[in-house]
Structure formats: structure tokens, C-alpha cells
């Protein structure tokens, strides 16, 4: 390189964000008097949103410490779990079945699929949620309020990936997957014109979306995500959170119907509406 060069290593979690030549996790760096040390992590590929601590010669530093020559750098992961103010989220655009899937599990998961980055950033910011993404550009950005990146190629490994690292609480089958809404139990008579024949002599329970107006009730869809919903309170038990809130309305999971003012028809019985107009988790 020619001039005073310094080691930055990188912990093993950190690692797949180096070029492969770099995934040893040592890397040699020139020293140019100017460059701080976070900016010299984010350059070699490393979003600082995922690093939790710095150190030079075994000294904690902050990112805006400059090396010398001959200095000797540590970059290690954020601790898990990550404690947060509130456990609240705003997923990218390319994470829609992972907030789903949050949502079942009753946590607050924002998502929308027309959103640019700076939408993104003002949405996250003036929310005060963490924006989870794998866009590392977009983790680089200074004007986030907070951030981290979702490992995982499949909706199974993202959701894995976010209760171990933020162990949020779950209320599970408490918030609409399709817009993020609160359920609130509701009576059948008030329901009753929106139900198909089949699902009103079958169905007692139901509740509806405060926001979209979409009724739930316990289907044999539920069959199908319990062992999500318990999978996820494991992962967050093993991760330290151990939170969950008190049993909530229903028991199992619900499957949602039209929203209010629009009667579902042309379902077989036991179905509902929105497996026409909202994918599941």
C-alpha cells in the first residue's frame, strides 16, 4: 500500500458483508489521516446500523476515531437481543410476507409495497420504528433513526432472524396481516351479512379490523399457522424476551373476511374473502 497501514477485524457475524477476499475477517487498511474508522468499516462493506461496539488497540472508540499506523481495530455485532424503546417496524418493500408473518404474531409491522427509500426513511423516522431491510445501501443512510439489516434469503429465516435479534413482545392474532390494524372481538349479528352460509352455521367468534374493517374467525386456516405462531414464541423465550401479553381474542388464528360494506360471495364455504384480496402469511 505504501505509507501506515492499520488491521480492522471483523467479528465472524459481520463477515458477510466483506468481499470474499476480505471474509477471513482481517483486513489491511491504509491509514490516510482523515478517515474515521466508521467510515472505513461502511467503505470495506459493513453498514454501522449492524455494528455494536468499536475498539482500537483494545480501547473502545466511537466511530469517528481515527487510525494510526500499526493500530489494530475490532468490529463486533450489535448484541442481541436489541433492546428497543417500543418494538415497532417499517419492512421495505421487498419484506411483505415477513410482515405478514409479524403480524400474526400481533407485532406492529408497517409495510406498504410502493414505497421509495426516502418514503421509507420519513415513515420509519417520524414513527420512531426500526427499519428492517436487506438493502445495505439504504442501512447506510445518516438520516435514519435506526435500522438493521434482515439475514435470510426465506420468509422462515427472516422471521427467525428479527425475534433473535429484538425479541419483541407477541400478542399473537391480535392485528390484521393484511394492514397492520388492531382485531377487536365483535359480535356475529354485527357480522353477519358479511359471512357466507357455511362459515355463519359454523362459526360463532369473529372479530374485525379497526382500521380496514376486515373480519376474522377461526378457520381451519389456523391448522396451518400454529406452528409459526409457536415456533416464534420459542425463538423469543431462547432470545432472552420471554414477553408475551396475556392470552388474547382468539384463541387460534382467525382468517379475514371483506371489510365492512363489502359482502364476500362466490367462496366455498369455510373460506374467506381475503384469500382472493390478500395473500397470507
Known amino acids: 500500500?505504501?505509507?501506515?497501514?492499520?488491521?480492522?477485524?471483523?467479528?465472524?457475524?459481520?463477515?458477510?458483508?466483506?468481499?470474499?477476499?476480505?471474509?477471513g475477517g482481517r483486513v489491511r487498511v491504509a491509514?490516510?489521516?482523515?478517515?474515521?474508522?466508521?467510515?472505513?468499516?461502511?467503505?470495506?462493506?459493513?453498514?454501522?446500523?449492524?455494528?455494536?461496539?468499536?475498539?482500537?488497540?483494545?480501547?473502545?472508540?466511537?466511530?469517528?476515531?481515527?487510525?494510526?499506523?500499526?493500530?489494530?481495530?475490532?468490529?463486533?455485532?450489535?448484541?442481541?437481543?436489541?433492546?428497543?424503546?417500543?418494538?415497532?417496524?417499517?419492512?421495505?418493500?421487498?419484506?411483505g410476507t415477513l410482515a405478514?408473518?409479524?403480524?400474526?404474531?400481533?407485532?406492529?409491522?408497517?409495510?406498504?409495497?410502493?414505497?421509495?427509500?426516502?418514503?421509507?426513511?420519513?415513515?420509519?423516522?417520524?414513527?420512531?420504528?426500526?427499519l428492517l431491510t436487506q438493502d445495505r445501501g439504504l442501512l447506510r443512510r445518516r438520516r435514519l433513526w435506526l435500522s438493521a439489516y434482515v439475514r435470510g434469503a426465506r420468509p422462515d429465516a427472516q422471521l427467525a432472524d428479527v425475534l433473535d435479534r429484538f425479541a419483541p413482545p407477541l400478542a399473537p392474532w391480535t392485528r390484521c396481516t393484511a394492514c397492520n390494524g388492531p382485531l377487536a372481538p365483535v359480535s356475529k349479528a354485527e357480522v353477519d351479512q358479511l359471512l357466507q352460509p357455511g362459515t355463519r352455521r359454523t362459526y360463532q367468534t369473529f372479530a374485525r379490523c379497526a382500521a380496514c374493517g376486515r373480519v376474522y374467525w377461526r378457520g381451519a386456516h389456523s391448522?396451518?399457522?400454529?406452528?409459526?405462531?409457536?415456533?416464534?414464541?420459542?425463538?423469543?423465550?431462547?432470545?432472552?424476551?420471554?414477553?408475551?401479553?396475556?392470552?388474547?381474542?382468539?384463541?387460534?388464528?382467525?382468517r379475514p373476511g371483506r371489510p365492512a360494506g363489502h359482502p364476500a360471495r362466490g367462496l366455498a364455504p369455510g373460506n374467506s374473502a381475503a384469500d382472493v384480496t390478500a395473500q397470507p402469511p
Open 1 to 23: 500500500m505504501g505509507g501506515p497501514e492499520a488491521h480492522v477485524w471483523f467479528a465472524p457475524e459481520l463477515r458477510l458483508f466483506l468481499a470474499p477476499r476480505h471474509r
Open 31 to 95: 491509514c490516510d489521516g482523515t478517515s474515521s474508522l466508521g467510515h472505513v468499516v461502511e467503505s470495506l462493506g459493513v453498514p454501522l446500523p449492524e455494528v455494536g461496539h468499536l475498539a482500537v488497540n483494545g480501547q473502545p472508540v466511537p466511530p469517528a476515531c481515527r487510525l494510526g499506523g500499526g493500530d489494530v481495530a475490532d468490529a463486533g455485532p450489535v448484541r442481541r437481543p436489541q433492546r428497543l424503546p417500543s418494538a415497532r417496524f417499517e419492512l421495505d418493500v421487498h419484506l
Open 100 to 130: 405478514r408473518r409479524l403480524r400474526l404474531l400481533g407485532v406492529d409491522a408497517a409495510w406498504s409495497n410502493d414505497c421509495d427509500d426516502d418514503t421509507l426513511i420519513e415513515l420509519a423516522n417520524a414513527g420512531q420504528r426500526v
Open 223 to 254: 391448522k396451518r399457522l400454529e406452528p409459526i405462531v409457536q415456533s416464534a414464541i420459542r425463538a423469543v423465550a431462547a432470545a432472552g424476551g420471554g414477553r408475551r401479553a396475556a392470552a388474547p381474542w382468539p384463541a387460534h388464528p382467525a
